[in-house]
């Protein structure tokens, strides 16, 4: 019995950067997973990083850890949130670890004395990973990242023009997604700059299927029809990739659009209508809130939203199983010099991060939620800052601090684990992705889960300090959740207190609209609570 081939969806971008090639891609395969497919994502990234581990969340967003431990780039958390799906090391291929891989060969002698060129051997490198990342799926859905026009992007979109001359002509759809911009001065949509793209992309040879008309509103039959004669593809490939309120809306317009129909028809593939109806549900509980909440996040990379980006997720899916909209304020925590600010939030996070700006800010935050009786949400570092602000001013730990902070601390309550200690290269040496965790019954945290047994997903050097477990227990400091040999503390919190819980690992990569994650869920309920005057 012949299987039968799988498919590939190309998606690209032009005119601009941030115009939501990742959250298409996601759409797309959220669409394909409701009429009954096996769908697999990944990401081509231009940079030469071998991956985001080492870069700047300000310059380019978070990084997102998969189960497997890959540091990845943050469309690989829209795609888990969109599908059934779990990313991992061969969803992300950045051209560094290409350039690598291929240099490596060279070294070893694997090309016997061949002279080595972007083409062949860079092309040829970058289908091999497309190939293993498509491996027991149906359809991968393959995003380029940067704009067609990218220097670093060529051999990428070279590998993609040749893609589908290999496996054949129906196995392989391009979809480009540019802006049409809508300029008031003249009333108009503007498709010149989606044409010049379609034109530069059409140069390199990939003639696009679909394409995605970035815009802020509905595109008039009569503009898709110009749209259609210019770029040299049909009326019903013409789709209008509009603004949304909510994110999630996004499968549901892009479906009314006949996005899906028309991806299925190009490749050959016959399926039923999609069921939608959990998206449907999805939407609702975001249009039909029945209050709201505001939780304050003080973190040191609130210039860039996307820094937090799953975090924000996962709190909005707080909000969704809570029926609750969630209105996220950020705060600086390298300029918050009165906590008193926070007042009137509803509930308290702080958020991950590195280094020690911003961390004295951070741990006021902490003392302002604990003395005050906020629900507080710790993740990663602000489950350290936690356990420092509680050493200082509840066990009586004059100086507490990280050895990450202070190296000279005379109570190092947080410090680096011994397999840290020499570690000269910083890229994915840390205490990275899924690890066990046992739960205490009895806790907020075991409340929460409803179950001992967890696993949850890390991205962090440093760790609670063994030697000031039983200072810091005996001062009231539960240790709700540790590795199951105890050695690792993975969640404190407080006893007496309304919801104060923090975790050494990150919940929120493991969120989803549809099954929120459980402290999400109980930190939002506490928040509401706490609004309600009932904390």
């Known amino acids: 019995m012949t299987s039968r081939p799988k498919k590939f969806i190309f998606v690209t971008g032009g005119v601009l950067s941030g115009l939501g090639k990742g959250l298409s891609a996601a759409a797309i395969g959220s669409l394909l997973e409701a009429r009954g497919l096996r769908v697999t994502f990944l990401k081509l990234d231009p940079y ?58 060279e070294r070893r002698g694997d090309y016997l004395g061949g002279t080595v060129q972007v083409i062949p051997h860079i092309t040829d490198e970058i289908k091999r990973r497309i190939h293993l990342a498509a491996d027991g799926a149906d359809i991968l859905i393959c995003e380029v990242g940067g704009t067609v026009g990218d220097i ?37 949509l503007k498709t010149k700059p989606l044409q010049h793209s379609v034109k530069e992309l059409q140069a390199l040879g990939i003639a696009p299927d679909v394409l995605l008309c970035r815009t802020d509103r509905d595109i008039p039959r009569a503009v898709k029809k110009k749209i259609a004669l210019f770029c040299n593809v049909d009326d019903a490939a013409v789709i209008s990739a509009r603004d949304v309120a909510h994110i999630y ?14 991806i299925t028809r190009v490749l050959g593939i016959w399926t039923g209508e ?68 926070l007042s009137h939030c509803h509930g308290i996070l702080v958020p991950h991060g590195f280094g020690a700006r911003g961390v004295e800010g951070k741990i006021s935050a902490v003392k302002y939620a604990r003395e005050n009786r906020i629900p507080y949400f710790g993740v990663c570092y602000g489950m350290q800052m936690a356990v420092i602000e509680f050493a200082r001013n509840v066990a009586g ?14 109570h190092p309550v947080i410090c680096l684990m011994e397999s840290q ?33 967890i696993s949850e997903r890390h991205r962090h050097r440093d760790e609670f300090n063994p030697e000031y477990k039983e200072r810091l227990e005996a001062a009231g400091l539960v240790l709700s959740g540790t590795s199951p040999d105890g050695r690792l503390v993975e969640v404190v919190e407080l006893a007496d207190h309304p919801w ?33 005057g009932e904390a």
Not at 56 to 79: C, F, I, K, R, S
Not at 156 to 168: H, K, P, S, T
Not at 249 to 262: A, I
Request: proline share 6%; aromatic share 8%; net charge negative.
């Open 48 to 105: 030469l990083n071998v991956d985001p581990g080492t870069m700047n969340p300000v310059q380019h967003g978070e990084v997102y850890v998969t189960d497997d431990g890959a540091e990845t780039d943050l469309d690989l958390g829209h795609y888990e949130r969109y599908s059934r799906g779990t990313m991992g090391q061969v969803n992300n291929v950045t051209a560094g670890r290409v350039y690598n891989e291929v240099i490596n060969k």
């Open 152 to 188: 670093e992007a060529l051999p990428f979109l070279e590998a993609v023009r040749q893609f589908r001359a290999e496996v054949g002509r129906d196995n392989v759809c391009y979809v480009h997604l540019a802006l049409v911009p809508f300029i008031p001065s003249v009333g108009e």
């Open 397 to 410: 730990l004059v100086g507490a601090n990280s050895t990450e902070v202070d190296p000279d601390t005379p």
């Open 500 to 532: 104060f819980v923090a975790s050494q690992y990150h919940p929120e990569f493991k969120s989803t609209p549809f099954e929120p994650h459980p402290l999400f869920t109980a930190f939002i309920a506490a928040a509401i609570k706490h609004e309600a």
């Open 274 to 341: 999609p069921r939608l109806d959990d998206w449907a549900r999805v939407v609702a509980a975001l249009k039909n809130p029945l209050g709201t909440v505001h939780i304050a996040m003080v973190g040191k990379y609130v210039d860039l939203s996307d820094s937090y980006k799953s975090l924000n997720e996962a709190l909005h899916h707080g909000g969704i199983a809570n029926q609750t909209q969630v209105e996220i304020e950020y705060f600086d925590s390298e300029k918050l010099d009165d906590p008193a600010v």
């Open 249 to 262: 809306e996004l499968p549901l317009v892009f479906h009314d659009e006949g996005l899906d129909e028309k």
């Open 421 to 453: 200690e020499e570690v000269d290269e910083k890229g994915g040496t840390m205490r990275l992705g899924a690890w066990p965790c046992e739960l205490k019954e009895g806790t907020a945290a075991h409340a929460a889960y409803q179950q001992i047994e």
